[in-house]
Antibody, heavy 117, light 107 residues
């Protein structure tokens, strides 16, 4: 059974770094791409970036300078790191498994991150 | 970036009614278009991919169509469980982008 679960801090101070882990089961991160998608409270979805099954990455150009996505294949985990956080980075961060490269068929439950002092 | 413009912003439908949601891309996306449903407090669920392919397990009252820059999602025979917010997403170019969402409520 495919599952993704995000874990990370619920509260981050402005200018600090966010670190979120996505632990997957039911598939291998070396066989399927995984993306991060975020959603500010009450708003729409924004693609953050992806780590492809081969290990390369692509980032949303609007966030690229602050973003890093990596993985640990032995633990089947994907990591999101975003630095210099501001209040408009507040939102729910989801990891999602790709389907046919371009879409997302399984999503984690999300982790709600608040950026506040 | 490719802009995805959804309409309407919200709508309400009666039980059994048929509704349509539109999505307009700022440039051609060659049918690399998906539709998702999101219920309050839940993660999005993939309904349609490649503009018109129904994801496994999704009821057949959901259907997608379109080409080029214009796409639509049709929900036939509206059911209570269809309430939620619907998003389109283009997978044609990075960054992948989503529409702003359409909130569907039962009248």
């Amino acid at each position: 059974q495919v599952r993704l679960k995000e874990s990370g801090p619920r509260l981050v101070q402005p200018s600090q770094t966010l670190s979120v882990t996505c632990t997957v089961s039911g598939f291998s991160v070396t066989s399927y791409h995984v993306s991060w998608v975020r959603q500010p409270p009450g708003k729409g979805l924004e693609w953050v970036g992806a780590i492809w099954k081969g290990g390369s990455t692509d980032y949303n150009s609007a966030l690229k300078s602050r973003l890093s996505i990596s993985r640990d294949t032995s633990k089947n985990q994907v990591f999101l790191k975003m630095n210099s956080l501001q209040t408009d980075d507040t939102g729910t961060y989801y990891c999602a498994k790709h389907y046919n490269n371009y879409y997302f068929d399984y999503w984690g439950q999300g982790v709600m991150v608040t950026v506040s002092s | 970036d490719i802009q995805m413009t959804q309409s309407p912003h919200s709508l309400s439908a009666s039980l059994g009614e048929t509704v349509s949601i539109e999505c307009l891309a700022s440039e051609g996306i060659s049918n690399y278009l998906a539709w998702y449903q999101q219920k309050p407090g839940k993660s999005p669920q993939l309904l349609i991919y490649y503009a018109s392919s129904l994801q496994d397990g999704v009821p057949s009252r959901f259907s997608g169509s379109g080409s080029g820059t214009q796409y639509s999602l049709k929900i036939s025979n509206m059911q209570p469980e269809d309430e939620g917010v619907y998003y389109c997403q283009q997978g044609y170019k990075y960054p992948y982008t989503f529409g702003a969402g359409t909130k569907l409520e039962l009248k």
